[in-house]
């Protein structure tokens, strides 16, 4: 800068002729004195020693000329500072504490005196300002401040704990942190904390470190970074970091919480191993519906890569008609998260990246980390297994048809057979000796068997192409009816009917007569040896499910050949035993499969027999029963 024409003021300079005591006279005071630089009152640098150069890391050459606030001062403290320049200059001298940056963004504190120099002659005023690092000072008075105010909490901590404060200076660390990283206390107290860095990561850290205090603010563990910490010998190891400000007597540090996640990272990778060895596609999803993970049949399955799946809503993969009902869907299971297996019931589908849908299956399964509760979604593709089922399904439907058809034509020529035997018989009369008799009575007893057979036949195939209209019915009320309506069957005979308090459930009201209908003729026709026959209708509950039975003391079966039972013509027993078709089980058992339930039985020779099949209640509504 100029005054009234004279030379530049330039960085103070020895002269050549300085002899060797009196330079090094000179360092001697500039170690004492510290960083000493001489300014305008505005703050525009004058002279700037050997010490100050050394603490801020600029050169005389590149700091006089400059002002003062732009070197070393922070945006932020920079009013406080032209404060006490002017104080000095007002009132000749003021002393005041304060941040500094240096040349490469790092800061420290400093303890600082301004003091008015009035030059001889028409100079104008300039002020001296003499600075000294005091930062570990401040750090070791703050910490002292930090014990007597929480005594014994640090040391109490599980994770390793890290004061820092706004130059990078470690200020305080407790045992946790020496057992981590290795190093004694007094080799980390005002140290900065790139020491616990790993070495290729040192040079950027300050800048990060920076940027923290300029908007301080809690950051949670958890973050999504990949962390590192150094230990004193080397190695390295990942860590999670939680970040929180903390200010004592007006100054801001950072506090921070350091968990090594060495174990985790190796049970994540453990975790990963599994899902990539799983059938099925696996995707694991956050409360607010975010993909965290995916194995590698998740992307072969829906078409994405890892990358852009990972972090995006789940709904990409749901079809867009359903994708409004998804949300809530989700809510409901993660106010009440529980196991829920494959094979619900639902009918789901997905959605590939090239938009095609396809059916799935999938199981939930809720998972409790320490970054909140998740969800683990098994997804597997049941394409073929649909087809097939539809294949089955149509199959199925022409065996009904064809069934339902011959069934329908055979009954009028057995009723023909029937009929004209009869006539025969009557016209013959007398004229026909024994054994034509005997042949015409065959006749009809073949035609009348082989109508009930048309008749159970019509009965399985109306089973299997009748659509089930479920409603409300007790069924009390039910076997009641049954029973009235075979009274034909057991007249004369002497029966105990036990029937208990039976449920109220949701079933087709034909179908379930005509179910109860088949068991309970079985069982008067099956007790018809005994003097006195028992038969009982009752309920019970059987893991966890409602069982209804119908239970005989009749002449039973051998159980090695229960597998026979519900098959279409099987027969335990011969014709001219017991007479029947070996179709009335059959149509029980497709009867209670269509109702969601399952059927079974249990026998010993001439010891009765108990037919169980399970049941659904309906939920309670305050309906009643049909």
């Not at 060797?20 to 703050?43: C, H, I, K, M, Y």
């Not at 519900?566 to 009335?584: I, M, N, S, T, Y």
Request: hydrophobic letters at 40%; a neutral charge.
């Amino acid at each position: 800068m100029t005054d009234g024409g004279k030379p530049p003021v330039t960085a103070r300079a020895r002269p050549a002729s300085m002899g060797r005591a009196q330079q090094v006279a000179s360092d001697v005071r500039d170690e004492l004195l510290g960083a000493l630089v001489v300014t305008t009152v505005d703050g525009v640098v004058v002279s700037w020693n050997e010490a100050a150069a050394a603490l801020f890391g600029y050169s005389a050459d590149e700091a006089v000329g400059n002002s003062i606030l732009d070197l070393t001062i922070p945006l932020e403290d920079r009013d406080a500072t032209r404060h006490w320049l002017r104080v000095a200059a007002s009132e000749g001298n003021a002393t005041f504490e304060g941040r500094r940056r240096r040349k490469d963004g790092s800061t420290l504190f400093a303890a600082a005196t301004a003091k008015l120099l009035r030059p001889n002659g028409e100079n104008e005023p300039l002020v001296v300002l003499n600075d000294r690092d005091v930062t570990s000072l401040k750090s070791q008075r703050e910490a002292e401040i930090l014990q007597t105010r929480f005594p014994g909490v640090l040391e109490a901590a599980p994770d390793a704990i890290v004061l820092v404060d706004d130059s990078g200076a470690m200020v305080l660390v407790n045992s946790a942190t020496e057992r981590l990283f290795g190093f004694a206390r007094h080799e980390l107290l005002g140290q900065p904390i790139e020491m616990l860095v790993p070495e290729r990561y040192r040079s950027k850290h300050p800048s990060h470190r920076t940027g923290y205090f300029v908007d301080p603010r809690t950051r949670p563990m958890g973050s999504g970074l990949e962390l590192s910490g150094r230990r004193k010998d080397g190695t390295e190891f990942p860590v999670e970091i939680s970040l929180s400000p903390l200010t004592i007597d007006e100054t801001t540090m950072a506090m921070a919480a350091i968990r090594d996640v060495t174990a985790r990272k190796r049970n994540e990778a453990k975790f990963r191993g599994l899902l990539e060895a799983a059938p099925d596609a696996m995707v694991i999803v956050d409360r607010d519906g975010r993909i965290a993970l995916v194995n590698s049949q998740t992307e072969q399955l829906f078409g994405y890569s890892r990358e852009e799946l990972l972090g995006q809503s789940v709904d990409v993969l749901v079809p867009h008609p359903v994708r409004d009902r998804h949300g809530s869907h989700r809510d409901k299971f993660f106010s009440d998260p529980h196991r829920r297996p494959m094979g619900s019931g639902l009918a789901l589908a997905g959605r590939r990246k090239d938009g095609s849908e396809f059916p799935v299956e999938i199981s939930l399964s809720p998972v409790q980390t320490e970054d909140g509760l998740l969800v683990t979604a098994a997804v597997r593709d049941i394409t073929y297994r649909v087809n097939v089922e539809a294949q089955l399904k149509a199959a199925n439907t022409e065996l009904e048809a064809f069934t339902y058809s011959v069934s329908h034509d055979l009954r009028a020529p057995i009723r023909q057979i029937d009929g004209f035997s009869s006539i025969l018989r009557s016209h013959l009369g007398d004229n026909l000796d024994e054994k034509g008799l005997h042949y015409l009575k065959r006749i009809q007893e073949g035609s009348k068997h082989m109508g009930r057979l048309v008749d159970d036949l019509l009965n399985l195939s109306r089973v299997g192409r009748t659509d089930v209209r479920p409603r409300l019915i007790s069924l009390n009320s039910v076997v009641r009816d049954v029973i009235s309506d075979l009274q034909s069957e057991y007249a004369g005979r002497e029966i105990e009917w036990r029937i208990e308090s039976l449920p109220t459930v949701e079933y087709d009201p034909g179908l379930i007569k005509l179910a109860f209908t088949n068991l309970l003729s079985n069982a008067v026709k099956y007790t018809r040896l005994r003097t006195s026959a028992l038969i009982e209708v009752a309920q019970i509950t059987q893991h966890g499910r409602l069982v209804v039975y119908v239970r005989d003391n009749g002449v039973g079966f051998d159980m090695k050949y229960a597998d026979k039972l519900f098959g279409v013509f099987q027969r335990l027993h011969r014709p001219d035993e017991f007479e029947g078709a070996g179709v009335g089980l059959a149509t029980v058992q497709r009867i209670v499969r269509k109702h969601g339930g399952e059927i079974w039985a249990d026998a010993e020779p001439d010891n009765g027999a108990t037919f169980y099949f399970s049941v659904r209640q309906p939920p309670a509504t305050g309906a009643g029963p049909a």
